[in-house]
């Protein structure tokens, strides 16, 4: 009754203010703790999250039911840029090595759950645009500072902002047509799968992830110069409205999100869980 009277306590003051969600719970996942816990995606039916490390070490299938935890890989690499094929049946990741040259090379797999067969897709990789599962036809990823969309064999660069600037972040939004990404000098914007109709967004959504093709989530985070200091996890809709998820009780980070759920982690490893609507 105290923890349901906490989440209330908690929602009641963002449903005050929703403009871009409505916040219907907020729940601790009771995930291992490990201050160096970060998420590196959900299923799109939100089933179940993909965790790693904040130096994307090591990756972990944990269903959200259940509560049940599946260790994939211990490598390093191993949570970034995670893949999930559309019906959440099976992932494509990475394992990073350093060859005698003392340059990173990068194994990808692919894992069905169903089987729990692993497959290599590629060995020793430096051009990380290879990052497909069987059916994910469009994929994104950063390549020389600039973004790399893929689809099928094919890969074009995008600099909707200027070949100058540095690109980070990027997400393709669920309908296939928009992408959303940072620029290191620059901040959030949002522009139609081909680079055109650029649209700013914010300075303070970093790592943003799209919630439905209207709607991209990210966090607001704010540092000493040092280190973290605080953090938001915001919601900004394309036609300008923004709404703050989470209070300042809590350092949240790096969300991901499916219509129906944002999940986010905190500064000591906890992992939370938002239904929103």
């Given at each position: ?8 306590m908690?929602?009641?003051?963002m ?14 996942i009771?995930t291992?703790?490990?201050s ?7 299923s ?37 840029n995670?893949?999930?094929s559309?019906?959440?049946k ?7 090595t350093i ?10 797999l ?13 060995k020793?990789?430096?051009d ?7 059916d994910a ?34 997400s393709i ?12 000098t ?9 680079g055109s ?7 303070a ?10 709607v ?7 540092d000493?110069?040092?280190r973290?200091?605080a953090?938001?996890?915001?919601a900004?809709?394309l ?6 998820l ?15 759920a ?6 000591q ?6 239904k929103?609507?």
């Open positions: 009754m105290k923890k349901l009277f906490f989440a209330l908690v929602a009641a003051p449903l005050a203010v929703a403009q871009v969600l409505e916040v219907q719970s907020l729940q601790k009771n291992p703790a490990n160096e816990t970060k998420i590196a995606g959900i799109p039916a939100g089933d179940y999250i993909l965790l790693t490390t904040v130096s994307n070490e090591g990756l972990t299938r944990y269903d959200l039911a259940s509560g049940k935890a599946i260790v994939l890989s211990k490598a390093q690499g191993a949570g970034y995670v893949k999930i559309h019906d959440g099976e992932i494509a990741y990475r394992e990073t060859d005698s040259h003392r340059l990173r090379r990068n194994n990808i692919r894992q069905n759950f169903a089987s729990g067969k692993r497959q290599l897709i590629a020793g990789q430096r990380l645009t290879k990052m497909d599962t069987k036809e469009l994929t994104v990823t950063i390549l020389d500072r600039h973004i790399a969309l893929t689809r099928g064999t094919k890969t074009t660069m995008l600099a909707p902002c200027g070949e100058d600037k540095s690109y980070i972040w990027p939004s669920p309908d296939g047509q928009k992408l959303c990404f940072y620029v290191t620059g901040g959030c914007y949002v522009c139609n799968i081909d109709n650029l649209q700013f967004i914010a300075n959504c970093r790592a943003a992830k799209w919630y439905n093709n209207n991209i989530v990210g966090m607001a985070d704010e000493d110069g040092e973290l200091i953090s938001s996890i915001v900004y809709s036609d300008g409205q923004k709404q703050v989470t209070d300042k009780s809590m350092v949240a980070v790096y969300p991901y999100a499916v219509e129906g944002v999940v986010f982690t905190t500064e490893g906890e992992t939370y869980l938002l929103v609507k």
